[in-house]
């Protein structure tokens, strides 16, 4: 009698292309890493590269408002962010972390469009990406959900008015490491910049952000004591 094969078993795929997996065991979907959910689209399977839209969709839109910070533009582009995902699916190496390799894309697809438009990536920064706040909006629409303190609203708008003035690599390397909460091997990764010009920027950019700030709670000062007067 023959033996039964217990291994798990992979096809080897033609070159350029990733394996066809076949060793995925039967866990709840929504309960899967978005790596193993890239494994099951892979193998054509729809419902898991939906989770990984509903897991990242928000989060894309977030990162592209910030560099580029126009909505309809910003809504497109998202689109065909996951499009391309889906379409390049084979490209996607297991276990690559899923993240590094959607905004990675993301970046790509902010770049060519601020190019094409012959415009700075970076022009608006019209939302903050606050845990419960809706992510659209202008800063002081984004600082009223977030708060009802006046004081911390005020804080909020300054914020995201002083970044939008910074230089693109300061503010860049900031929404990715702030905002999206990316390490540095990550942007390393997705920028193709050295994680120590990355860790000089942050901090140039953070000081340069800290002394703007100050500047504007400064003239906000100035101009309540005018009011008063």
């Known amino acids: 009698m023959q033996k039964r094969n217990d291994k798990p078993v992979t096809k080897a795929s033609a070159k350029g292309k990733a394996e066809e997996v076949t060793d995925l065991k039967p866990v709840a979907l929504g309960r899967s890493s ?3 959910l890239m494994r099951r689209t892979q193998n054509k399977d729809r419902q898991g590269f939906e989770i990984l839209y509903e897991r990242y969709h928000a989060s894309v839109l977030s990162y592209l408002y910030r560099m580029l910070g126009n909505l309809e533009d910003v809504e497109s582009i998202a689109q065909e962010v996951f499009l391309r995902a889906f379409r390049f699916a084979p ?3 297991f276990p690559q972390k ?6 990675t894309i ?12 012959k415009r700075s990536p970076v022009r608006n920064v019209t939302e903050l990406n606050l845990e419960g706040v809706d992510i659209s909006g202008d800063p002081w ?9 006046v ?4 804080e909020i708008a300054r914020v995201l008015k002083a ?4 230089p693109n690599d300061q503010k860049e390397v900031i929404v990715l490491g702030v905002f999206q909460d990316l390490s540095y091997a990550e942007m390393e990764e997705i920028t193709g910049t050295k994680a120590v010009t990355l860790r000089s920027r ?27 007067g």
Request: hydrophobic share 35%; net charge negative.
């Open 106 to 117: 993301t970046r790509n697809l902010a770049i060519n469009y601020s190019r094409r438009r």
């Open 151 to 154: 004081e911390k609203q005020e």
């Open 163 to 166: 970044l939008d003035d910074l």
């Open 98 to 103: 899923f993240s590094t390799w959607l905004f």
């Open 202 to 228: 942050m901090f140039h950019g953070l000081k340069r952000l800290a002394r703007m700030i100050s500047a504007k709670e400064v003239d906000a000062g100035e101009e309540k004591i005018e009011d008063r």
């Open 91 to 93: 490209t996607y190496r």
């Open 141 to 149: 629409q984004v600082a009223q959900r977030a708060t009802d303190d």
């Open 34 to 36: 978005d790596e193993e």
